[in-house]
């Protein structure tokens, strides 16, 4: 947003230039929506990471072979869910 010029020649400066209620009412939604964005993203994330070739989910068919141990598949687990952290809830207003 620019700043606004007055026939003055003043300018204002574009923070402090109101937006009009349906911009605010544009902003919130938005603002609103961001947390379940961050969220899917994350959710995408640890989706992605744990059916990797070398995921969690790789080294747990290898648990169930026998192959690596129940501690080997759940600190790769782990790892992913320490790499990738959901973002904490925001407070709902009562």
């Known amino acids: 947003m620019e700043n606004l010029e007055l026939e ?17 009412a544009e902003i919130a939604e ?7 964005r961050e969220y899917d993203a994350v959710k995408l994330a640890r989706h992605n990471a744990y059916t990797a070739p070398d995921g969690s989910d790789a080294v747990f068919m290898k648990y169930q072979r ?16 320490e790499a990738n952290p959901y973002p904490v809830a925001p407070k709902t207003k009562k």
């Open 8 to 24: 003055t020649g003043e300018e204002i400066p574009a923070e402090v230039i109101p937006d009009s209620e349906e911009r605010l």
């Open 66 to 81: 026998d192959e690596a141990t129940k501690e080997e598949w759940l600190a790769a687990k782990a790892a992913i869910d």
């Open 30 to 36: 938005y603002e609103a929506g961001a947390y379940q």
